[in-house]
């Protein structure tokens, strides 16, 4: 088994309801019985209104939960709608999407996600912080400059980055059913690795792909030598699916 990846995150978007839990039944019995999956860190991140139940339905499994974002501000307070990573953690979640291009596109800058990362570490949440260029940048020839910039910022004034996993998405690739050239992935995440080593100081930098994942692509994209292991949205809400993803790259 060749299995440097390790992380699967279903990021379910603005989907699911009471009843999409009987679907996570297949994956607690996959990650329970597959040799393979035993050591793999499967993490949900269903929308805020199921993260308790999906906590409850998961409790005596190894598969981990996260929230798709956070606000900053670790106390209670008056931004009506909002919800804080001192809120998430309560709920005995774990991890927290942070910087998904979806809310950036919405005007999340680079200063809030900062923020927001800053937040969630003080609440003992691990972070998976999402980076990625637009198809603008990427035909402009700015992806590393934009990539480099986009971590710099996210992570200003964070020592302790051990609880932060990258999740490099390109805006073009999320929904669209289009991943860059592997040969391009492979020189991105080599130039995010290595910046994360050597100019963030980062131990072990962990790294994850995600951007229409599916279970063709899979085959090509495990091949890829710095990634660490899948954001996959669309695909991960049928479970069959999000386990012949994680099967296909066993070998
Ligand atoms: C995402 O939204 O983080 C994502 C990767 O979506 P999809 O797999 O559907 O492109």
Not at 25 to 39: C, Q, S, Y
Request: proline content about 3%; aromatic content about 8%; overall charge positive.
């Amino acid at each position: 088994m060749t299995n440097k990846l390790r992380y699967f995150v279903a990021n379910w978007k603005m989907f699911g309801h009471l009843n999409s839990l009987n679907s996570l039944n297949k994956v607690i019995k996959f990650k329970k019985k597959n040799k393979n999956a035993k050591n793999l860190k499967i993490i949900y991140c269903p929308p805020f209104t199921l993260i308790h139940p999906f906590i409850q339905k998961l409790k005596n499994t190894t598969i981990k939960t996260g929230a798709q974002n956070c606000s900053f501000g670790s106390n209670y307070g008056p931004p009506t709608g909002s919800i804080n990573a001192m809120m998430i953690k309560s709920l005995k979640c774990e991890y927290v999407i942070l910087g998904h291009s979806e809310k950036r596109a919405k005007g999340e800058t680079d200063n809030i996600i900062n923020r927001k990362i800053i937040s969630a570490l003080q609440n003992n949440l691990k972070v998976i912080f999402c980076i990625g260029e637009t198809f603008g940048q990427r035909k402009k020839k700015l992806t590393k400059k934009t990539l480099l910039s986009q971590i710099s910022k996210g992570l200003k004034k964070i020592k302790n980055k051990k609880n932060i996993i990258i999740a490099y998405e390109p805006v073009w690739s999320i929904g669209s059913g289009m991943i860059p050239k592997i040969e391009d992935l492979e020189n991105t995440t080599r130039i995010i690795k290595l910046f994360l080593s050597n100019k963030m100081k980062y131990k072990n930098p962990k790294v994850l792909y995600g951007g229409s994942v599916n279970q063709k692509n899979v085959n090509l994209l495990k091949n890829i030598t710095n990634l660490d292991g899948f954001l996959i949205g669309g695909a991960s809400q049928n479970s069959n699916i999000f386990i012949d993803i994680i099967k296909k790259t066993f070998n």
